[in-house]
């Protein structure tokens, strides 16, 4: 009789992560804005006039082409998108879901960014590369990250999640999560725990935003204030004691004695 060997089975491999249908990602993109733009007041008024939104859509579609290896057509529809949105976004670039650019004007996305979910850029913005070698090259934006009118970041660098990056400012470092970076080049000016929280909504109150170099130059005025307000008390006490000693070596001084009268 013949032997039966258990031979055990090879467990099946996990499956990989599913990717979400096109059609559910343009939802998502169209719906988020009116949770980030208070001046949206209808899906259809969002979906035929946000020139944002309208990016994100020629995008979506042209980075599947993309991931399926139509990239000359992935890079006519984006050249197309770019023609009627004025966005430019790299058919390669990889942006999470519920992506919004506000205001969508001058804004570019090169092809190796990364952008993750729930990310609002506002017009303006560069996502930047600084070499010429074919890797990675651009920057990397991580979940909730908020980058305001005009920033430029550049290189492969990673900016935190919940992250805010000021109106006109370079980014060249990485940050750590939940901060406020600004300037030239951008520094970390406080954390993001010091910013007023909206529930379901981004934080809006950009003129809440910190200025380092006008406190800076405020600090500098008070030392001046300070230092002018020190001299001139000096000044005034020289002066007292200058005519203390005067007085004093007048009343000191030998008298001359007072000739007779003759007449």
Request: proline residues 8%.
């Amino acid at each position: 009789m013949a032997c039966v060997v258990d031979i055990p089975l090879a467990e099946p491999s996990p499956p990989g992560p599913v990717r979400p249908s096109l059609l559910k990602l343009i939802r998502e993109d169209i719906a988020c804005v009116r949770q980030r733009d208070p001046a949206a007041r209808g899906q259809l008024e969002t979906i035929l006039t946000y020139p944002g939104v309208h990016a994100v859509i020629w995008y979506r579609i042209a980075n599947r082409l993309w991931l399926d290896g139509w990239r000359f057509p992935a890079r006519l529809l984006s050249w197309f998108g770019r023609f009627a949105s004025n966005v430019d976004i790299h058919p390669g670039a990889r942006i999470g879901r519920r992506f919004f650019i506000d205001h969508g004007a001058c804004v570019v996305i090169g092809e190796t960014a990364e952008i993750g979910d729930d990310v609002t850029l506002y017009h303006g913005v560069t996502l930047g590369g600084t070499s010429w070698f074919p890797g990675k090259r651009h920057p990397t934006l991580e979940d909730r990250v908020v980058v305001g009118a005009g920033a430029k970041i550049l290189g492969p660098i990673t900016v935190g999640a919940g992250s805010r990056v000021g109106a006109n400012s370079v980014v060249i470092d990485s940050t750590p999560p939940d901060v406020t970076v600004v300037g030239i080049p951008a520094r970390v000016v406080r954390p993001q725990l010091s910013h007023r929280r909206v529930v379901g909504r981004i934080d809006l109150d950009h003129h809440l935003m910190p200025d380092p170099v006008g406190d800076a130059i405020a600090v500098l005025l008070d030392r001046v204030e300070f230092l002018e307000a020190r001299l001139t008390h000096m000044q005034r006490r020289a002066r007292d004691d200058g005519e203390t000693a005067t007085s004093n070596r007048t009343c000191l001084a030998p008298q001359k004695p007072m000739e007779p009268d003759n007449g």
